[in-house]
């Protein structure tokens, strides 16, 4: 298929990769506003060329955005404008409600397939871009009724080609659900980062007192603030109330330690010990199908 990228960041760039790994993409264009990233997109060969008009967009088979979901949403209706018949649309944005909203009355709606996949790094750029990124993750295909049966085809096709579990969802049930597995880890960790640069100013003792628990519980602190503030904003009511209840857990744990209470203490950790089920559940999912 002739396929145009817009956007050529990690996602975008790692899903360039694959679907020409796949031969699903048989010519690649990429489409950047940043001048360097499609440079460096075609020095790394993600992409064969980059359209700085837009052209390819009226002739491409199928257009994957990969670009913050707040130009997404701007753009996307007039990227349907543009695209020929049967030409199929797929972003990958991490909300989905606003991004549904805004095409949901367009006449080319049919060929558009709101997906999320579910997959990243704290880095960004198309030097981040590797193959397997979405090996073996989960993404999510919502309003997959208002997607046409061609429409619904490809894109299934695409994700498979990338080894990813499709599953289907409510757009505002996707959006709640991710603010509290994946929006709420990302404020926390911005903020745990934030906690530290203020009270340990001498940036020596972070780097020499900080274990592997700290480094791998701000990890998400190094990601892109320019793709994170249109996700926490288009998803601010379902994230505020993640906030809300989270605030409640770390205030209750705040009243116990104060009180000295070892036994609440091991009780609310004990609890949250649970989590270690459920994700060893997934990652044992995840082997058996692998081995498939």
Same mark, same amino acid.
């Given at each position: 298929?002739?396929?145009?990228?817009? #956007?050529? =960041?990690?996602? =975008?760039?790692?899903?360039?990769?694959?679907?020409?790994?796949?031969?699903? %993409?048989?010519?690649?264009? =990429?489409?950047?506003?940043?001048?360097?990233?499609? /440079?460096?997109?075609?020095?790394?060969?993600?992409?064969?060329?980059?359209?700085?008009? =837009?052209? !390819?967009?009226?002739?491409?088979?199928?257009?994957?955005?990969?670009?913050?979901?707040?130009?997404?949403?701007?753009?996307?209706?007039?990227?349907?404008?543009?695209?020929?018949?049967?030409?199929?649309?797929?972003?990958?944005?991490?909300?989905?409600?606003?991004?549904?909203?805004?095409? !949901?009355?367009?006449?080319?709606?049919? @060929?558009?397939? %709101?997906?999320?996949?579910? &997959?990243?790094? /704290?880095?960004? #750029?198309?030097? &981040?871009?590797?193959?397997?990124?979405? @090996?073996?993750?989960?993404?999510?295909?919502?309003?997959? /009724?208002?997607? !046409?049966?061609?429409?619904?085809?490809? %894109?299934?096709?695409?994700?498979?080609?990338?080894?990813?579990?499709?599953?289907?969802?409510?757009?505002? /049930?996707?959006?709640?659900?991710?603010?509290?597995?994946?929006?709420?880890?990302?404020?926390?960790? *911005?903020?745990?980062?934030?906690?530290?640069?203020?009270?340990?100013?001498?940036?020596?003792?972070? *780097?020499?007192? &900080?274990?592997? #628990?700290?480094?791998?519980?701000?990890?998400? %602190?190094?990601?892109?603030?320019?793709?994170? &503030?249109?996700?926490?904003?288009?998803?601010?009511?379902?994230? !505020? @109330?993640?906030?809300?209840?989270?605030?409640?857990?770390?205030?209750? *744990? @705040?009243?116990?330690?104060?009180?000295?209470?070892?036994?609440?203490?091991?009780?609310?950790?004990?609890?949250?010990?649970?989590?270690?089920?459920?994700?060893?559940?997934?990652?044992? $999912?995840? $082997?058996?199908?692998?081995?498939?």
């Amino acid at each position: 298929m002739k396929t145009t990228i817009i #956007g050529l =960041g990690l996602i =975008g760039g790692s899903i360039a990769i694959d679907l020409r790994k796949s031969g699903i %993409a048989t010519e690649l264009t =990429g489409i950047d506003l940043s001048k360097d990233h499609a /440079e460096k997109a075609l020095e790394l060969n993600l992409v064969d060329a980059i359209d700085t008009e =837009g052209k !390819s967009i009226s002739t491409a088979d199928l257009i994957v955005i990969a670009i913050p979901v707040s130009v997404l949403s701007q753009l996307l209706p007039s990227i349907l404008d543009s695209v020929k018949k049967d030409a199929v649309v797929v972003d990958t944005g991490s909300t989905k409600t606003a991004i549904c909203k805004v095409v !949901s009355s367009h006449k080319n709606r049919g @060929q558009f397939v %709101a997906a999320h996949p579910i &997959a990243g790094t /704290e880095n960004s #750029g198309p030097t &981040a871009a590797f193959s397997g990124l979405f @090996q073996n993750k989960t993404n999510i295909i919502c309003e997959k /009724e208002k997607s !046409s049966g061609h429409a619904l085809t490809v %894109a299934e096709k695409i994700f498979a080609a990338l080894r990813m579990n499709t599953i289907y969802m409510d757009a505002a /049930e996707h959006d709640k659900h991710v603010a509290y597995v994946s929006h709420l880890s990302h404020v926390s960790s *911005f903020l745990l980062g934030q906690t530290v640069l203020d009270i340990e100013r001498d940036e020596k003792n972070i *780097f020499a007192l &900080a274990g592997s #628990g700290f480094s791998s519980t701000v990890r998400l %602190a190094k990601s892109s603030p320019d793709m994170w &503030a249109p996700i926490f904003e288009q998803n601010a009511e379902h994230l !505020s @109330q993640a906030l809300l209840e989270y605030i409640m857990h770390l205030q209750r *744990f @705040q009243y116990h330690l104060m009180k000295r209470d070892v036994t609440e203490l091991h009780k609310i950790m004990k609890d949250a010990n649970r989590i270690r089920e459920v994700l060893n559940g997934i990652e044992l $999912k995840t $082997k058996t199908t692998e081995n498939k």
